[in-house]
Structure formats: C-alpha cells, structure tokens
C-alpha cells in the first residue's frame, strides 16, 4: 500500500462505520420515532417521510463528525421540529375519537370486553384532548423511552420542568380516568 | 398529605438520585396511599402506551385503501382460472423444405412416422402442457442449392457450365446446422 492511499482510506472506514451505525439506530429507533409522530398528529406517510428525511440528517451529521452524544435524543429533536414544521395545526389529528377503529383491538375478546376496552380509551382520548402541549409532548416522549434529560433536549426546556410536566400530565389523567 | 408524592413518577421513572430513590422506596413500603397511588400512576402509563399504539395501528391501517382486496380477490380469481383450465393444444406447423428457383430436385426425406397417441389419464391439468413442451421437436430439414461455378471462383479459373451443389441442414431452431458442396 502507498502511503497516499491512507489519507483516502481512512474517511471510506469511517464513512462505513457510520453507515452501520445508522443502519443499528435505524432498526432501534424507527418504531419509536413512527409512533411519537403518528401520535403527533401526522398520518402515516407523513411519519414515514420525516423519519427518512431524520436520518438522512443523522447521516449527514455523523459523516461531518457531528457530536455523537445523545444520538436518541438528537433524532427525536430533528424529527420533532420537522414535524412540527408540517403541522398547519399541531392539536389536528392527535385525540381523535377512534370508534370505528378499534375494531382490531382485541378479535379475541368477548364483547363485553370489547366494550370496556372501548370505554377506557374513549375516556382517554377525551382526558388527553386536555393536556397541554407541552404535557402531552412529555408523555410521548416519555411513552416513546426517553428519559427526562432528552425529553428536555427535544423540546428545548429544563429536565427539572419535565418531571413537574410528566407529573402533571400524568396525575390529570389518572383523574381523568378515574385511576 | 405524605412528603414524597411529588416524587412518585419520577422514582416511577427511574429518575431520581440514588440516595432519593432509596428514601422513596423506604416512604412506600409503609404507606398504602402511596402504593395506590404509584399502582394507579403505573396503569395510568401503560394504558397511555398501548393508546399511542393504538392510535398508531389505526393510522398505519388506513393506508391501504378499500378497493386493494377486492382488486387482489379478482386476481386470484383469474389465476386459479388459468391454472385450472388449461389452454387449446396449438399444434406447430410442420416445417416443410423449401428450395430456390435453381435448385435440383431433392430426393424426398423420409418423414419420421409418428408414434400412435396413447390416451393419458391426466392428474394434474398443468403438468402435461410442460411435458408436451419438452417432447415436442420439429423435423430436420435439408436445403440443396446448385450453385454455378462462376458465382464463386474467377472467370476462367473452372470450365464452364460446371455447378456445385451446396446442402445446408436446418437445425430445429431455423439455424444452418451443416453445409456441404459437391460437385
């Protein structure tokens, strides 16, 4: 090997290793990702999009040596302001009624159940209609396994005001619901 | 009002420090309203999870439109159609010698005699339509041409009048299998 081919080489290595690297956080984090938009309040192929267009931006980003602390985080993040950026209305789809949806919940369930089943969500779709935006951020955040500090990360606010938000929107809730 | 219920969902979450946690974990081992409460915040989670899920299912399942199994039930249809109920045997026609205008007769080619049909007692209606397939070769054919001498050597390099013969053989692809000439 020449020496002249080390310089060229080593960027290829590292181009792979961060190909792989996104390639494992892909695999990890789409589900999570689709989820918290889904529940944002885009549709599924606006999902899809804006976790493509995220980790492009990941690529991007590890290919320029960007920092790699927190990548969970910083995907939430891009993600999350990409999102909103589509939203003409941020509260649009989030808490919809889901009768007529729910159909698939449980096939196995007797009807009663179902019923129930049916009932517990209706009250909390109704108890979530009245959370926040920042409570409600928490908790999909908080739902999606991300911990205070990156929920915090992610929506641009302090980790000691996401666990008075996380408490509050749970315990509005758990009244809500009557839990 | 115990001191400590402010910090329940966040020891719920694993967010306190080590040494919070541990006076929580001691505060709810004796207190019952505690315990209801941390049990409720705990439903409270997991139904919130299995709604977000739910939302998302549902979203996901509206993707495919209405008209998407009612197209791909028809398509199933026409194919077990067309896999139950084989197609007309087509029969190809046989190759027959052709020669020019300056050819010589050709002694006729005995045609090889074609073996009796058996009747087949048929299993699968597929099957046999490969197999027919398979069998199936069309007859070779040979092609004589006389070709007069001039047409290939220089004037004056062969006597006159004098023709060469050429038989191609046609291979079953229509390909020229062999040439001979002779005088």
């Known amino acids: ?40 309040g885009l549709t599924s ?49 989030f808490g919809e009624p889901l009768d007529g949806e729910m159909d698939f919940l449980a096939d196995d369930a007797t009807p009663e159940q179902r019923v129930l089943e049916k009932e517990k969500f209706r009250h909390l779709a109704a108890a979530i209609r009245l959370l926040t935006e920042s409570e409600r951020g928490c908790l999909l955040l908080r739902a999606g396994g991300l911990r205070y500090r990156e ?11 996401v666990a008075d938000t996380v408490e509050r929107g749970i315990k509005k809730l758990a009244e809500k619901c009557n839990v | 009002m115990c001191d400590v219920q402010e910090k329940l969902i966040a020891w719920l979450d ?8 541990a006076e929580v974990q001691r505060h709810i081992e ?50 077990v159609m067309f896999l139950t109920f084989p197609r007309t045997r087509i029969e190809p026609p046989p190759i027959l ?17 074609t073996a009796p049909r058996k009747t087949i007692h048929r299993r699968h209606a597929v099957a046999p339509v490969h197999v027919r397939a398979a069998k199936w070769q069309p007859r070779e054919t040979a092609v004589q041409i006389a070709i007069p001498a001039e047409a290939i050597f220089p004037p004056g390099a062969m006597p006159k009048g004098m023709n060469f013969i050429a ?17």
């Open chain 1, 1 to 40: 090997m020449s020496d002249d081919s080390v310089p060229l080489a080593l960027p290829l290595l590292r181009l792979a290793a961060g190909i792989s690297e996104v390639t494992t956080l892909y695999s990890e984090l789409r589900k999570p990702l689709l989820r918290y938009l889904v529940c944002l």
């Open chain 1, 45 to 93: 192929d606006e999902a899809q999009d804006v976790v493509q267009d995220a980790f492009l931006s990941l690529q991007r980003h590890l290919a320029s040596n960007g920092t790699q602390e927190n990548i969970r985080g910083w995907l939430f993040r891009v993600a999350h302001n990409q999102a909103r950026n589509r939203q003409t209305s941020y509260h649009r789809r």
């Open chain 1, 151 to 161: 929920i915090g990360e992610v929506l641009g606010i302090a980790t000691s005001t």
């Open chain 2, 14 to 21: 694993h967010e306190l420090p080590t040494d919070e946690s």
């Open chain 2, 30 to 79: 004796g207190c019952k309203q505690c315990r209801t409460r941390l049990v409720g915040y705990e439903k409270v989670s997991e139904t919130f999870d299995v709604y977000c899920d739910v939302v998302m299912a549902a979203k996901t399942r509206r993707r495919v439109p209405r008209w998407v199994p009612v197209l791909a039930g028809a398509v199933a249809a026409v194919a």
């Open chain 2, 97 to 113: 010698p052709t020669t020019t205008a300056a050819s010589v007769p050709v002694p006729a080619q005995p045609t090889p005699e």
């Open chain 2, 167 to 183: 038989e191609l053989s046609i291979a079953p692809d229509g390909s020229v299998k062999q040439v001979r000439l002779w005088q």
